[in-house]
């Protein structure tokens, strides 16, 4: 049985009784209150990790996932839905952060920053979410790459920053190479270097690769080879 499918009986009573209040109230609340005005909540500055881990009874690993659960629902309150954008995402980026605390190998708060909250219609509140996203890659890159290598398709295609996305992506290439990550994700700068037109430093990277022995994969040999002829071509054209 895997950590995140955890018996029922595995939870502190203590916890499980917080949490079915909590669902309960929110229940009552909706089905019996009669006034039409409906009054936004906002998100509640989160608690100190200190108060979490002694609130977590034990168990943070459990908590983690009940603070997300509730995290992720809090945009629908009763008579009103809130969207993403909406949210304070300073508060929101503290709650990932304590969550995260609580059990650094629970990576849903990654990619609720990465692929939720970090596509809002809202250019700020994206970098923030980038900008968290970054950091946590750099305390377990090993684990944490494919969130690294979503923020940069994020400043790539959604912010058009081709600057940051070549920043984040020659992060990704300064890992040292293990089965564990794909090789394409650290040769991501490779191709951003292309979108930026500085085509004659994608080729000497991308030829310098192949020539190294480092790609393995004959499917993968040709597809970089193909990119690499379409480079010579474009440049001849230019």
Do not use: N
């Not at 998100?43 to 881990?53: E, F, G, M, Q």
């Not at 022995?213 to 080879?225: K, M």
């Amino acid at each position: 049985m895997s950590r995140d499918e955890r018996k029922i009986s595995s939870v502190p009573p203590l916890l499980l009784l917080f949490l079915v209040a909590a669902l309960c109230a929110q229940g009552i609340w909706s089905r019996y209150l009669s006034d039409p005005s409906v009054t936004v909540t906002a998100l509640p500055t989160p608690p100190s990790a200190s108060i979490l881990k002694v609130a977590a009874l034990g168990q943070p690993d459990v908590l983690a996932r009940v603070l997300m659960l509730w995290l992720q629902a809090f945009d629908y309150q009763p008579g009103v839905s809130i969207a993403f954008r909406d949210l304070d995402y300073v508060r929101l980026e503290v709650w990932l952060e304590r969550i995260l605390q609580l059990d650094p190998q629970f990576e849903y708060p990654l990619l609720a920053a990465a692929r939720l909250y970090g596509e809002v219609a809202d250019e700020v509140k994206q970098r923030r979410m980038l900008k968290f996203t970054a950091r946590q890659f750099r305390r377990d890159p090993q684990v944490r790459w494919q969130w690294m290598a979503h923020a940069v398709y994020i400043a790539k295609h959604r912010l058009e920053d081709l600057d940051l996305a070549l920043d984040l992506a020659r992060e990704l290439h300064a890992l040292p190479a293990t089965d564990a990550i794909p090789s394409w994700v650290r040769q991501m700068h490779i191709f951003v270097l292309e979108d930026m037109g500085e085509l004659e430093s994608a080729k000497v990277l991308l030829g310098g690769l192949l020539e190294s022995g480092e790609i393995t994969d004959r499917h993968e040999q040709w597809f970089l080879s193909q990119r690499l002829h379409e480079l010579e071509q474009r440049s001849e054209g230019h």
